[in-house]
């Protein structure tokens, strides 16, 4: 996984200035947070288990962040970027407005890490966020950042004419959000009644439903989908267990 690294013992590769170690370290340790939480949830991931994960000692991981505060609220704020990152890349490279919102809702299922892992972590964020003030804060930050795309999207579908919303972009984007995290649940505790593609499916049936978009651009578009949305969209990337940081490599 990226957190682990065979060079733990904190000697600097060879011509690596001490900027450049450090955004190492620090990447190293929110990853392996990450990975941490997903297991274990945000109240029991302890720093001593962050620092096993990523292969370093605790006075390490101490030293780059001195609050375990400091380090959950980096990690999420890393987390959020990977997504947008992601996200930014299928926009840039994507045109059409049906399909764009469809790799948008695709992606809310197939993305940058397995659906469990990806899924289990922003539940346990989710859990906790109620809670505590500053975390709170940052779901706020989740939902209004997250809910750019399908804005932008949305609008320009319905400029277009592909788009005919049968409720104001606001309430639009509320509801399609809202059903992704509450089918995401329910494939999470029960999927033998909902399953990956079936909440996919559901999410499609829901945005044709209430942007009114015609059966035949519903499957022009679905059928040009990659079944895995990624930052090398449209190509697929190869399967992996573990999250896939390259977008936002050296910036957290």
């Given amino acids: ?12 590769r060879s011509g690596e200035g001490g900027d450049a170690l450090a955004s190492r370290r620090r990447f190293q340790i929110i990853s392996a947070a990450s990975e941490v939480i997903c297991r274990q949830g945000i109240d029991g991931a302890r720093l001593k288990d962050i620092a096993d994960e990523a292969g370093v000692s605790l006075g390490m991981v101490q030293h780059y962040f001195r609050h375990r505060e400091a380090l959950i609220d ?3 704020g890393a987390m959020l970027e990977l997504t947008l990152a992601t996200w930014r890349s299928v926009q840039a490279r994507e045109s059409d407005p049906v399909r764009r919102l469809f790799a948008l809702l695709r992606f809310q299922v197939a993305g940058w890490a397995p659906f469990e892992k990806r899924w289990a972590f922003w539940m346990e964020f989710w859990a906790v966020a109620h809670r505590d003030t500053t975390l709170k804060g940052h779901a706020r930050e989740v939902y209004r950042r997250w809910g750019e795309p399908f804005r932008s999207t949305i609008e320009e579908g319905a400029a277009l004419g592909a788009f005919r919303p049968v409720f104001p972009v606001d309430r639009l984007i509320v509801l399609l959000m809202s059903l992704a995290d509450g089918t995401a649940v329910r494939v999470l505790y029960d ?12 999410l499609v049936d829901a945005a044709c439903a209430m942007l009114r978009i015609e059966e035949s651009v519903r499957d022009a578009a679905l059928a040009a989908l990659p079944r895995v949305i990624s930052h090398s969209y449209p190509l697929e990337p190869v399967e992996s267990k573990d999250i896939d940081w390259s977008p936002v490599t050296g910036r957290i």
């Fill in 74 to 76: 980096e990690t999420v």
């Fill in 1 to 12: 996984m990226p957190g682990r690294s065979s060079d733990s013992t904190g000697r600097r």
């Fill in 191 to 202: 999927s033998d009644s909902l399953d990956e593609e079936g909440m996919f499916a559901l």
